[in-house]
T-cell receptor, first 115, second 111 residues
């Protein structure tokens, strides 16, 4: 979905390095999420933000941090990357105005490899 | 701890077959159950969703069956096509808040 973009699309880094994954959206949504996808484990929530001043930990936040720079931008940082953070990372957005129909719109993903 | 358990992990069917993917949940407070479809190299996208006040919902060739007492729901794909080959995720949420996803099912529909 071109309305949610992620950069970079692929990244290879080394253990101990700090990296940042960026997400931008043009959908005008207030809610943004970061997930990681691993085979057999589905999508697991790392952090989420319901508006610019709101940041919440998800199921697997250890080793990660986030920043909501603007309504349209939500970045994910790995402070000191480790090999078990090798995964596919997705950013998603949703509109609180839809109430209980919380359809989430996903970006194309970032494939991260930590050597 | 997975609150939504999905099976099978992978599934192969012939064109025209009816693949069935099952999900079970634990939290009875869940009140919204969507299915997401993911093609290779893409992010997941909403396919169909159901609320617990109905037992079945159809959209085209896709049907969700919901069994509230058993805390289970399933996705059926009628007359499956090779273009349906994708990974399917079930999910659940409470009052439109964060989604809890199942582990995913990789479906292959052979021509």
């Amino acid at each position: 979905d071109a309305d949610v973009t992620q950069t970079p699309r692929n990244r290879i880094t080394k253990t101990g390095k700090r990296i940042m994954l960026e997400c931008s959206q043009t959908k005008g949504h207030d809610r943004m999420y970061w997930y990681r996808q691993d085979p057999g484990l589905g999508l697991r929530l790392i952090y989420y933000s319901f508006d610019v001043k709101d940041i919440n930990k998800g199921e697997i936040s250890d080793g990660y941090s986030v920043s909501r720079q603007a309504q349209a931008k939500f970045s994910l940082s790995l402070e000191s990357a480790i090999p078990n953070q090798t995964a596919l990372y997705f950013c998603a957005t949703s509109d609180s105005g839809l109430g209980q129909n919380n359809e989430q719109f996903f970006g194309p993903g970032t494939r991260l490899t930590v050597l | 701890q997975q609150q939504v358990k999905q099976s099978p992990q992978s599934l192969i069917v012939q064109k025209g077959g009816i693949p069935i993917i099952n999900c079970a949940y634990e939290n009875t407070a869940f009140d919204y159950f969507p299915w997401y479809q993911q093609f290779p190299g893409k992010g997941p996208a909403l396919l169909i969703a159901i609320r617990p006040d109905v037992s079945e919902k159809k959209e085209g060739r896709f049907t969700i069956s919901f069994n509230k007492s058993a805390k289970q729901f399933s996705l059926h794909i009628m007359d499956s096509q090779p273009g349906d080959s994708a990974t399917y995720f079930c999910a659940a949420s409470i009052a439109g808040n964060m989604l809890t996803f199942g582990g995913g099912t990789r479906l292959m529909v052979k021509p």
